[in-house]
């Protein structure tokens, strides 16, 4: 066996360099890394490293958190898995002692060690990686490596539904049309909200939407999104309103668009300031919620995609061989419009 890792050397810099085999502790797996898919937060870093001068990343890093593999070898203390079993990486691993991992809410936990971020000890993007046997989670026979590796962004739409209370006889509104609004859309649909409005600046992403779903696409740049959506609900707001955008402009909308008494989801990254009508917020007495990452929830992607309630694949839209992953982070950068989710195979 010899390993290879992509490394990012610099701003738009992507190259592949024979490296050490990773050493496995006694509670960790060896895996053979099959699927990664590249998320917008290995582009931000890909497009600026330093991210605007506020990090300061120790070039080279490795990226890449949304991985699934074959286990090679299994430490000495590890039960559950063996050599050939695929399995899905949660890219989290906390530190289980602290008040958050003790209550469960361990996405919480200060010391979490995520992959490709600081503290830049693992990433994905190498033919060999080594991880903890407690967060590999085996794959049933019909669950691909390739929606083991979208698990991940998966687990951030079923925690913003979750968060958000989904279920049965429910509209949600979801801001963004993006690879995290389309996870939010097959998270609430398979959760039994019954009405999904998508929204975005870009047809095609509509399109997506509309084939996974969604029952009114609105593009917000050429429509009165309040109005489309006032209409759609009788004049009364949609229950759930996602912002997956991180944009400020769809944020300060989210008042507009909730009902009396619904729920606000704050899912996108986002870096600005915003302009926000808390009180029209008050006088409807909506719950504004946040989401960080995700919890407890691999097993139940896994097996809601074993079940066919999940068509986790549909979201993936250009692949490259891990030989071209310099090619597979240009475009995940250039072609944001029509790229939702680009994916290293090996
Ligand atoms: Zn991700
Ligand atoms: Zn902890």
Redesign the pocket.
Known sequence: MKNQTAYLTGAQKIELRDSEMPRMAPDEVLVEVKHV?I????VMFYEDPSVGGRLDTPLPVVLG??SAGVVVEVGAQVTGLAPGDRVALE?GVPCGKCRWCLSGKYNLCPQVNFMACAPWERAALSRYITHPAAFSFKLPDNVSTLEGALV??LA?GLHAASRAGAGLGQTAVILGSG?IGLMTLLACRSMGVSRVVMADLFDNRLETAASLGADLTVNSGKEDLTQRVLEFTGGLGADLVFETAGSPVTTALTPGLVMRGGRIVLVGNIHEKVSFDFFALNSKEVDVLSVFRYRNLYPVAIQAIAAGSIPVAKVATNFFPFEEAAKAFDVAKNQKQTALKVVVEF
């Open positions: 898919g998320c917008g937060s290995d958190h949304e890219p991940e962004p951030v690879c």
